[in-house]
């Protein structure tokens, strides 16, 4: 038997679909998209991924389908994965792949990108993908050279070492790494699919036959099982099926991925005499872009059969469902102690009506609909047999004999919608009796409110720490990205200015599932800056897609630009990714390296990246030994850019340090000008990952600061495991609070190991005037900093569930 879940439906968590097959023998695969978020769900819902070594890819590449991806190939990793295939019908997978080896550097895992083109298959002993590339159009021809893919093999092979080259390896160092890669010379427009064929079982071996038909026992019965005919002494053939019961097949799958409508015709004309023969279901991807029509319905009409299932995946046909609900559950407890620091996370979602009445999909009371059709869509579909594609729901596919028996393909609905917020209330927050905490203050009157940058907070410097977490996303912290907003008053009119510190995957996710969505545009034309602390994956897979949404909302402003301050191999990174998709963001960002902000007078020198042709012709034994070599223009400040940057912003300095993590790793802290009218400053420092930096950062760039965001990653019992990993225990980031003078202090990037609060006493004691400890979601006035502290106690309460769900769940992981 075969099942197949599906792990993400469309929602602001997760963009795209994504199933996972697995064999009674526990073999997984998966088939679909992995967008940012996606290895969140898997503690979530209590996946393993276990003997999972092949993932093959649908649709369009671009970072929305797989940003998600280099993320959950480092956890991988790190959980003793030894082999990971990557499949997708073009060459382009593996100039994908490339780009991200600044950052995606693991030893130990044996990782491809293989390219499987139209009806190529993939086999192995439980079935055949056959691989089903459609193009748009438009599309164009392949972009690489065979010995420019010979080179994107070499060097995926470099960021993926058999043996750990050191524990403190910069790829930026490594010759096999550090290369200038070619741009694709076109960008496909095309979308792969697939056909799973799963191998039948061969029919038991009947002896009473065989010996009755005169089979002697031995290699005869050997070869008649592996369906050869065999000939007897006296000259008698006996054929297989005289001795063998029928043999028992499986429905075959179709993962259809359609990204917009300009494929249809190419679909239809690919499936217009296709075999349904044994066709047990078929998977249809719908993109965004794609319009619910009769054109649609048409096509899905080409699949009708008496025992088929179809499921259906579109952002106005699945809900907007809130994915990862533990941390729902955390917000609303934070929420009772302090109602107006967090916003209640948002599901509306604009339905298709069209698609809704066609197949009888009911809907929840008070839905917003949208009709695109003047007349009533039609289908000659069993409607009992379409279902639209939902989180958790089962596809369980049964051996069936044929001739005998029906295709067996049987869907059991496992999705489980989070409980109504009173529900949760009344489960989860009335037990723990908070003061004053009702359900009428604490949601009722806070639904649909946004609490950030509200009439009340105009003017007023604000803070939102969308994920607090490191290393990875869990159950109840995303990974680290924190939103500042500093006014200025321009002559009685303010003007927001936001800086993003650090944006780890899913950071849009986060922002869309806490902002209403009136209230993002807002958002995004104030963001003007994002700083890079440094290159460890937590700490950016989310800036891409920051940066596509930046530009949807600032495109029609020709005058718009955003800043981005990272450390110099992002910048090869972001130009790469741009030449896929949305080109155009390039020449709206202005660029500085960390190292040219740098506090002092010497600036290091970049590594420069070899050419292409030396990584082709490392092999050869005549080329010699490649090395590093630094480049000597990159240590000249760009001042022009940075003077640019000052008046943009209106910035008095901003300077880095280096921080005491890894190499070209940044503490930054930026002053700005509040007032046209005056000199008034707001200082905020940021220390992004790194030991105590007493010298550099806390009596250097940071010294009086009014705001220090500091990482407290490690309990104060964890000192081994803080300095082994480079990071500071809670203690630790209040000294250099103390010795910076911070007025006030907002600790975050807290281990996820610890869902728990963090350590709130027995600390040092905090000399800054306020300070709180950061949570998802949380969103601060900096006037009120301060207000936290006293509900410590109220806190540790709230956190009883998690602490013993955490515990519950690590002694069954043991068990495993």
Same mark, same amino acid.
């Given at each position: 038997?075969?099942?197949? /879940?599906?792990?993400?439906?469309?929602?602001?968590?997760?963009?795209?679909?994504?199933?996972?097959?697995?064999?009674?023998?526990?073999?997984?695969?998966?088939?679909?998209?992995?967008?940012?978020?996606?290895?969140?769900?898997?503690?979530?819902?209590?996946?393993?991924?276990?003997?999972?070594?092949?993932?093959?890819?649908?649709?369009?590449?671009?970072?929305?389908?797989?940003?998600?991806?280099?993320?959950?190939?480092?956890?991988?990793?790190?959980?003793?994965?030894?082999?990971?295939?990557?499949?997708?019908?073009?060459?382009?997978?593996?100039?994908?792949?490339?780009?991200?080896?600044?950052?995606?550097?693991?030893?130990?895992?044996?990782?491809?990108?293989?390219?499987?083109?139209?009806?190529?298959?993939?086999?192995?002993?439980?079935?055949?993908?056959?691989?089903?590339?459609?193009?748009?159009?438009?599309?164009?021809?392949?972009?690489?050279?065979?010995?420019?893919?010979?080179?994107?093999?070499?060097?995926?092979?470099?960021?993926?070492?058999?043996?750990?080259? /050191?524990?403190?390896?910069?790829?930026?160092?490594?010759?096999?790494?550090? =290369?200038?890669?070619?741009?694709?010379?076109?960008?496909?427009?095309?979308?792969?699919?697939?056909?799973?064929?799963?191998?039948?079982?061969?029919?038991?071996?009947?002896?009473?036959?065989?010996?009755?038909?005169?089979?002697?026992?031995?290699?005869?019965?050997?070869?008649? /099982?592996?369906?050869?005919?065999? +000939?007897?002494?006296?000259?008698?053939?006996?054929?297989?099926?005289?001795?063998?019961?029928?043999?028992?097949?499986?429905?075959?799958?179709?993962?259809?991925?359609?990204?917009?409508?300009?494929?249809?015709?190419?679909?239809?004309?690919?499936?217009?005499?296709?075999?349904?023969?044994?066709?047990?279901?078929?998977?249809?991807?719908?993109?965004?872009?794609?319009?619910?029509?009769?054109?649609?319905?048409?096509?899905?009409?080409?699949?009708?059969?008496?025992?088929?299932?179809?499921?259906?995946?579109?952002?106005?046909?699945?809900?907007?469902? #809130?994915? $990862?609900?533990?941390?729902?559950?955390?917000?609303?407890?934070?929420?009772? =102690?302090?109602?107006?620091?967090?916003?209640?996370?948002?599901?509306?979602?604009?339905?298709?009506?069209?698609?809704?009445?066609? $197949?009888? #999909?009911?809907?929840?009371?008070?839905?917003?609909?949208?009709?695109?059709?003047?007349?009533?869509?039609?289908?000659?579909?069993?409607? !009992?047999?379409?279902?639209?594609?939902?989180?958790?729901?089962?596809?369980?596919?049964?051996?069936?004999?044929?001739?005998?028996?029906?295709?067996?393909?049987?869907?059991?609905?496992?999705?489980?919608?989070?409980?109504?917020?009173?529900?949760?209330?009344?489960?989860?927050?009335?037990?723990?009796?908070?003061?004053?905490?009702?359900?009428?203050?604490?949601?009722?009157?806070?639904?649909?409110?946004?609490?950030?940058?509200?009439?009340?907070?105009?003017?007023?410097?604000?803070?939102?720490?969308?994920?607090?977490?490191?290393?990875?996303?869990?159950?109840?912290? !995303?990974?680290?990205?924190?939103?500042?907003?500093?006014?200025?008053?321009?002559?009685?009119? =303010?003007?927001?200015?936001?800086?993003?510190?650090?944006?780890?995957?899913? /950071?849009?996710?986060? #922002?869309?599932?806490?902002?209403?969505?009136?209230?993002?545009?807002?958002?995004?034309?104030?963001?003007?800056?994002?700083?890079?602390?440094?290159?460890?994956?937590?700490?950016?897979?989310?800036?891409?897609?920051?940066?596509?949404?930046?530009?949807?909302? !600032?495109?029609?402003?020709?005058?718009?630009?955003?800043?981005?301050?990272?450390?110099?191999?992002?910048?090869?990174?972001?130009?790469?990714?741009?030449?896929?998709?949305?080109?155009? #963001?390039?020449?709206?960002?202005?660029?500085?390296?960390?190292?040219?902000?740098?506090?002092?007078?010497? +600036?290091?020198?970049?590594?420069?990246?070899?050419? $292409?042709?030396?990584?082709?012709?490392?092999?050869?034994?005549?080329?010699?030994?490649?090395?590093?070599?630094?480049?000597?223009?990159?240590?000249?400040?760009?001042?022009?850019?940075?003077?640019?940057?000052?008046?943009?912003?209106?910035?008095?300095?901003?300077?880095?340090?280096?921080?005491?993590?890894?190499?070209? &790793?940044?503490?930054?802290?930026?002053?700005?000008?509040?007032?046209?009218?005056?000199?008034?400053?707001?200082?905020?420092?940021?220390?992004?990952?790194?030991?105590?930096?007493?010298?550099?950062?806390?009596?250097?760039?940071?010294?009086?600061?009014?705001?220090?965001?500091?990482?407290?990653?490690?309990?104060?019992?964890?000192?081994?495991?803080?300095?082994?990993?480079?990071?500071?225990?809670?203690?630790?980031?209040?000294?250099?609070?103390?010795?910076?003078?911070?007025?006030?202090?907002?600790?975050?990037?807290?281990?996820?190991?610890?869902?728990?609060?963090?350590?709130?006493?027995?600390?040092?004691?905090?000399?800054?005037?306020?300070?709180?400890?950061?949570?998802?979601?949380?969103?601060?006035?900096?006037?009120?900093?301060?207000?936290?502290?006293?509900?410590?106690?109220?806190?540790?309460? &709230?956190?009883?569930?998690?602490?013993?769900?955490?515990?519950?769940?690590?002694?069954?992981?043991?068990?495993?």
């Amino acid at each position: 038997m075969f099942t197949i /879940t599906t792990i993400t439906h469309p929602t602001v968590d997760t963009k795209h679909p994504l199933l996972l097959l697995q064999s009674e023998h526990g073999d997984r695969f998966l088939f679909g998209k992995i967008p940012e978020g996606t290895q969140r769900t898997f503690p979530e819902t209590k996946t393993r991924l276990a003997k999972l070594e092949n993932i093959f890819l649908t649709g369009e590449l671009d970072w929305s389908s797989i940003g998600g991806l280099p993320g959950m190939i480092l956890t991988l990793a790190d959980q003793g994965v030894k082999k990971m295939d990557l499949y997708y019908g073009n060459d382009i997978l593996a100039y994908v792949v490339s780009t991200w080896r600044y950052f995606v550097f693991r030893f130990g895992i044996n990782l491809k990108a293989l390219t499987v083109k139209n009806e190529q298959v993939f086999k192995n002993k439980l079935m055949t993908v056959k691989s089903i590339v459609v193009s748009a159009p438009d599309s164009y021809d392949q972009p690489f050279t065979p010995k420019v893919l010979d080179g994107f093999k070499t060097l995926i092979s470099a960021m993926f070492p058999h043996h750990e080259p /050191t524990s403190k390896h910069d790829p930026s160092s490594d010759p096999n790494v550090n =290369v200038e890669i070619p741009k694709p010379s076109v960008i496909p427009r095309e979308t792969t699919s697939y056909e799973v064929e799963f191998n039948p079982i061969r029919g038991r071996f009947r002896v009473d036959e065989a010996i009755k038909l005169g089979v002697p026992k031995g290699p005869l019965f050997a070869q008649l /099982t592996q369906g050869r005919s065999v +000939v007897l002494d006296d000259g008698s053939v006996i054929s297989p099926d005289q001795v063998l019961e029928k043999q028992r097949r499986f429905a075959k799958v179709l993962i259809l991925d359609v990204p917009g409508n300009e494929y249809l015709v190419s679909f239809k004309e690919k499936f217009r005499n296709y075999d349904k023969t044994y066709l047990g279901a078929v998977y249809f991807f719908l993109g965004e872009a794609v319009e619910i029509n009769q054109e649609i319905i048409s096509f899905m009409e080409t699949f009708r059969g008496e025992n088929v299932q179809f499921f259906v995946s579109h952002n106005r046909i699945c809900p907007n469902s #809130i994915v $990862f609900k533990s941390s729902a559950i955390t917000t609303l407890k934070l929420k009772a =102690v302090q109602s107006f620091n967090y916003n209640l996370p948002r599901s509306g979602r604009v339905y298709s009506k069209d698609f809704c009445d066609c $197949f009888d #999909i009911p809907l929840p009371k008070g839905t917003s609909v949208i009709q695109e059709n003047e007349q009533s869509l039609v289908t000659k579909l069993d409607k !009992n047999n379409v279902h639209v594609l939902l989180q958790q729901n089962s596809l369980f596919i049964e051996p069936f004999t044929e001739g005998e028996e029906v295709i067996k393909a049987r869907v059991e609905n496992n999705f489980d919608e989070i409980p109504s917020w009173e529900t949760l209330f009344n489960n989860h927050v009335i037990p723990l009796k908070i003061p004053n905490a009702t359900f009428q203050s604490t949601v009722h009157d806070q639904l649909g409110i946004n609490n950030f940058n509200n009439l009340t907070k105009r003017g007023k410097v604000e803070i939102v720490t969308f994920g607090t977490g490191s290393a990875l996303p869990s159950k109840y912290r !995303n990974v680290i990205s924190t939103l500042v907003k500093i006014p200025y008053n321009m002559n009685g009119k =303010v003007i927001n200015r936001s800086i993003l510190l650090d944006a780890g995957e899913n /950071t849009l996710g986060a #922002i869309l599932r806490s902002i209403p969505d009136i209230d993002i545009p807002s958002v995004f034309h104030d963001l003007k800056l994002i700083f890079l602390s440094h290159l460890h994956a937590d700490h950016h897979l989310g800036i891409v897609s920051i940066l596509k949404e930046w530009y949807k909302h !600032n495109k029609s402003n020709p005058e718009a630009y955003l800043y981005l301050i990272t450390p110099w191999q992002y910048q090869s990174f972001v130009r790469e990714w741009f030449t896929l998709e949305d080109a155009e #963001i390039i020449g709206r960002i202005r660029y500085i390296s960390c190292e040219h902000l740098i506090s002092g007078s010497y +600036v290091r020198k970049e590594i420069r990246s070899n050419s $292409f042709d030396d990584l082709l012709n490392h092999h050869n034994p005549t080329t010699k030994k490649r090395r590093f070599e630094l480049d000597e223009r990159s240590s000249f400040r760009d001042l022009e850019t940075i003077k640019t940057l000052y008046r943009d912003l209106k910035i008095k300095v901003f300077q880095t340090c280096r921080a005491k993590h890894c190499d070209w &790793a940044y503490s930054g802290s930026l002053s700005f000008f509040m007032n046209s009218n005056s000199q008034e400053i707001f200082k905020v420092s940021y220390s992004g990952d790194t030991r105590p930096n007493i010298e550099k950062f806390a009596n250097g760039i940071g010294y009086r600061s009014h705001l220090l965001i500091h990482e407290a990653t490690l309990d104060n019992d964890l000192m081994e495991d803080a300095i082994k990993k480079r990071h500071c225990t809670i203690n630790e980031a209040i000294s250099v609070s103390n010795a910076m003078e911070a007025e006030k202090l907002i600790l975050t990037h807290f281990s996820q190991r610890y869902p728990k609060l963090p350590q709130m006493d027995n600390n040092l004691k905090i000399t800054a005037n306020e300070y709180c400890f950061a949570f998802d979601g949380m969103i601060v006035d900096f006037e009120k900093l301060g207000e936290q502290s006293p509900k410590f106690s109220l806190l540790n309460r &709230a956190f009883v569930d998690e602490k013993n769900s955490f515990e519950k769940e690590e002694k069954e992981n043991n068990s495993v």
